[in-house]
């Protein structure tokens, strides 16, 4: 998992005879019921036929130089002239996305800095959606064989989790959306998130991660449906630590799906 939770840990005093102890789901299907409840509120379209799908990407490398260089980026010199007209493609399924040139890049022998420059800006890019992705398969909610509890807090619940691998505690307000959380999985994650309601759902509109070796980075998110699936449309990234802002739009989408089979579980003779 490649998403970060930020979470403000705020000390909080309280007389001893007035504080409550925690609250539990009280049984296993108790906590199963609520986190199938909560589930149900995302829109996982991994989880609901996508198989995958591929988009062009609307990049102006023009506007991205300006941006994060100031005027000193002249949009006519041999950097800038080099890089727009390189054209991108994503593909993009529950395990992440790639991108592909088209149709190839272009000769940067006489100017490593823009190879630099390129090979950045795309990364971010496969970033932008990277950490979407998680989100969309429903990966960032305990999946089994993790297990999991939940906690009856004041603004709504912690939901704790410890599976192979991976150990965390989401927050979630009265309403069960997720708000902020810590994972730590072969490093320690942290995220706050922000979710609007979409055609079949919840969809992440915005959210911050925190890695020790990343640093902070945000991230924005606009929607398109496309044969019934909510993608994004608009990406917007910034990272503090190398101070850079990315935004790019996602066209001509092509989408791969599937029919999904719901099967219950056997009854017992």
Known sequence: ??????????????????????????????????????????????????????????????????????????????????????????????????ISVQPKLPDFSQLPLAARLEESSRSLMQIGVNNWVPYAYGEVLP??????????????????????????????????????GIIDTSQHIEITTKFVNGPKGLVLAASSTDTDHAGVASFTYTYQVIDGFSLPKEVGLTSEQNKMTLNYALTDCKVQHGVVVHVAPLSKP
Do not use: W
Not at 53 to 79: H, M
């Open 143 to 180: 999946i089994s064989p993790t297990n999991y509890q939940f906690e009856k807090t004041a603004t709504g619940y912690n939901l704790s989790m410890d599976g192979q691998g991976i150990t965390g505690k989401l927050i979630l307000d009265h309403d069960l959306h997720l708000v902020s």
């Open 1 to 98: 998992m490649h998403r970060y939770f930020f979470i403000a840990i705020l000390g909080v005093s309280c007389v001893t005879s007035l504080c409550q102890a925690p609250k539990f789901a009280k049984s296993p299907s108790d906590a199963e019921g609520l986190l199938a409840k909560t589930k149900a509120l995302y829109d996982t379209p991994f989880r609901s036929g996508l198989i995958n799908f591929s988009c062009a990407i609307d990049f102006d490398f023009a506007q991205y130089l300006k941006s994060n260089f100031g005027e000193a980026a002249r949009t006519d010199s041999p950097v800038a002239q080099i890089l727009k007209p390189i054209r991108y493609r994503i593909f993009v399924d529950h395990s992440g996305a790639s």
